[in-house]
């Protein structure tokens, strides 16, 4: 899922998002909660309309963005209070705040409201954390009420495989529409996500979606559908655009290096994006030199068609039966294996 975190992916248009073969974007409750507050989206008849994005929609609870970006005042077993970045008004977010505020906003998918512990943290604190957003997890089922709006709960578990089978079950039972994994990607090596993406997806039920959260290099998402994950979200593929960044063959090009100032030819002859049918390296290596808008926009549609073709292409592995032998060299385990 490209990131839309403030009802926007950044510099690009519903329609340029939809041709990048994306299906689903998320956007992020904290933030919107904050700017421009979830009444005025609901006045425009949810962020479907007020985005104009026809495809599914996620909003991430804003517990993460709480915990990771707030000035925390206060945590309870009641909920966080903080003090807004926009203003410094002291803003109040429970489980029930929470849910209230996605039903506003109107996504297809809500996510629970949990504690994403930092990295590092203590196995004390951890647990704490699992304790409080298990308990998190049942008051907003209990007031969850948006009629085709399906709930998502959050395993956690820092790097502490008895939290993290203890969470998977916990949450597994709720017998929740998906489930979705959290506390990865914050710091912690990249090896202690591997392992935490192969112990619990095997501990998480079959039938239903699994959401690996924050999440977007390629090595990195083929080894979680190895393990049974479905969902991804990351600012990975606009962010590398906007520092003029491409994604290409397994590798990261700077468009900014000199050695592209004559390259005549496309950024990746096979890509189908804007970037690559339309344009030269060149081209985009004076853009990018030149700090014009175009080439950050031109580059992030590259990145996110990238992102969106590799995924398609581990879907069409998986229904052919042919996805461990065509993906054996993304495996990060693998000397083989690309580092994007």
């Not at 926009?297 to 592995?317: D, K, V």
């Amino acid at each position: 899922m490209p990131v839309g975190t403030l009802a926007t992916v950044k510099g690009v248009t519903a329609g340029q998002l939809a041709a990048t073969g994306a299906q689903m974007v998320l956007a992020n409750t904290y933030h919107l909660h904050l700017q421009p507050g979830e009444d005025i989206v609901a006045e425009a008849g949810g962020l479907h309309r007020f985005m104009d994005w026809p495809g599914p929609l996620l909003t991430d609870s804003g517990g993460y963005q709480v915990f990771s970006l707030g000035a925390i005042n206060r945590i309870d077993d009641n909920g966080v209070s903080f003090r807004s970045p926009r203003d410094g008004r002291t803003i109040l977010l429970t489980p029930e705040r929470a849910m209230a505020i996605q039903a506003a906003l109107g996504a297809d998918v809500a996510m629970a409201f949990d504690q994403c512990p930092p990295y590092p943290a203590s196995e004390a604190d951890v647990e704490a954390a699992c304790r409080r957003t298990h308990a998190w997890l049942e008051r907003c089922m209990a007031s969850h009420q948006r009629s085709g709006q399906a709930l998502f709960g959050i395993v956690q578990g820092g790097c502490f495989p008895r939290l993290r089978a203890e969470s998977a079950r916990e949450v597994a039972a709720m017998d929740l529409p998906g489930i979705a994994v959290g506390g990865v990607s914050v710091g912690e090596p990249v090896e202690e996500m591997h392992r935490i993406v192969r112990q619990v997806g095997p501990l998480l039920p079959d039938a239903r979606p699994h959401y690996l959260m924050g999440v977007g290099s390629l090595p990195e998402m083929a080894l979680a559908v190895a393990q049974g994950f479905d969902l991804f979200d990351c600012v990975l593929p606009t962010r590398l655009g906007r520092h003029g960044a491409a994604l290409v063959g397994g590798e990261r090009w700077n468009l900014r290096n000199a050695r592209f100032r004559h390259d005549h030819t496309p950024l990746d002859p096979g890509c189908p994006c804007p970037a690559c049918t339309g344009h030269t390296r060149a081209y985009l290596h004076h853009l990018i030199r030149a700090g014009e808008m175009l080439g950050k926009i031109l580059l992030s549609l590259h990145n996110i068609t990238q992102l969106q073709r590799f995924s398609g292409a581990m879907a069409r592995a998986i229904r052919e039966g042919c996805f461990a032998e065509d993906f054996a060299p993304w495996n990060p385990d693998s000397p083989a294996a690309h580092t994007w």
